[in-house]
C-alpha cells in the first residue's frame, strides 16, 4: 500500500511569515494526525482528525497553529505567523484502528530564521 | 494523561553486543504499547507492539520487548546488535480510551562497526 504522503519535505522562511504543510494518509485511514518532533525530543500530538472532525487539539498553539481535513482525506496544517521555536519536523500520521498503530509520513522539516 | 520516560538518552555500543533500552509508562488503565524506530533520514517505523495476551512481544529484526505490568514497563532488547541498528527508537503508549499515541523522548543508538 502507499504510505503517508507529505510535501514539502524541507521549508525554510523568516520568523513571522506563514507556512503550511500537506498531508494525504493512506487510503481508507480515518484518523489522521500532526505531531510535531523539535530536535532532540520525541514527537508530541499537536492535533488528531477522525474523518474531517477534531477529536484532540488541546496542545495545539491555536493562537498561530491551524489545521483542517476536508472532505475526511488530505490535511493541511498551517503555522501564522511562525516564530524561532517552531523549527522542528512536522510529522503527519495515519491510523486505521488504535490497535494497528501509526503509519508515519517522511515529515517536513521546517526551519524558522 | 499518560506519559512515556526512556531512561537513556544515547547508547554506544560495539556490533554483536547486547542492547537493551529501558521504557516506562504512567497510565493507570489498560495501555497498548509500541516501539518504534527512526534509522538515519527514514522516516519513524513500527517495531513491535503489545495489547494483550504473551507479555513478551516479537518485532521485526530481530528485536523483542518485555511488559511488565508491575513496573509498568516495556524495555526494549536485542542479543546481538548491528551496525545496521544505528538509530533513534521511540517507545509509545496509548490508552484503550483513545487513539492518541503519547511518544518517550527518545534514545540515540550508535552501534560501531
Known amino acids: 500500500e502507499a504510505g503517508v504522503a507529505q510535501s514539502p519535505r524541507y521549508k525554510i522562511i523568516e520568523k513571522r511569515q506563514s507556512v503550511a504543510f500537506w498531508c494525504n494518509p493512506i487510503?481508507?485511514?480515518?484518523?489522521l494526525y500532526w505531531y510535531q518532533q523539535i530536535l532532540g525530543q520525541g514527537p508530541k500530538l499537536l492535533i488528531q482528525?477522525?474523518?474531517?472532525?477534531?477529536?484532540?487539539d488541546s496542545q495545539l498553539p491555536k493562537d498561530r497553529f491551524s489545521a483542517e481535513r476536508l472532505k475526511g482525506v488530505d490535511s493541511t496544517l498551517k503555522i501564522q505567523p511562525a516564530k524561532l521555536e517552531d523549527s522542528a519536523v512536522y510529522l503527519c500520521?495515519?491510523?486505521?484502528?488504535?490497535?494497528?498503530?501509526?503509519?508515519f509520513g517522511s515529515g517536513t522539516r521546517l526551519t524558522v530564521v | 494523561a499518560q506519559s512515556v520516560s526512556q531512561h537513556n538518552h544515547h547508547v554506544i555500543l560495539s556490533e554483536a553486543a547486547s542492547l537493551e533500552l529501558g521504557c516506562n509508562y504512567s497510565?493507570?488503565?489498560?495501555?497498548?504499547l509500541f516501539w518504534y524506530v527512526q534509522y538515519p533520514g527514514q522516516h519513524l517505523q513500527l517495531l513491535l507492539k503489545?495489547?494483550?495476551?504473551?507479555?513478551l512481544v516479537k518485532g521485526i529484526k530481530g528485536f523483542e520487548a518485555e511488559f511488565i505490568k508491575s513496573k509498568f514497563s516495556f524495555n526494549l532488547r536485542k542479543p546481538s546488535v548491528q551496525w545496521s541498528d544505528t538509530a533513534e527508537y521511540f517507545c509509545?503508549?496509548?490508552?484503550?480510551?483513545?487513539?492518541?499515541?503519547?511518544f518517550g523522548g527518545g534514545t540515540r543508538v550508535l552501534v560501531k562497526p
Open positions: 503489545y495489547f494483550s495476551g504473551d507479555p
Open positions: 500520521a495515519s491510523s486505521l484502528r488504535a490497535a494497528d498503530g501509526y503509519t
Open positions: 487510503s481508507g485511514h480515518a484518523t
Open positions: 509509545a503508549v496509548n490508552t484503550a480510551a483513545g487513539n492518541k499515541l503519547t
Open positions: 482528525f477522525q474523518n474531517n472532525g477534531v477529536v484532540d
Open positions: 497510565y493507570g488503565g489498560t495501555v497498548n
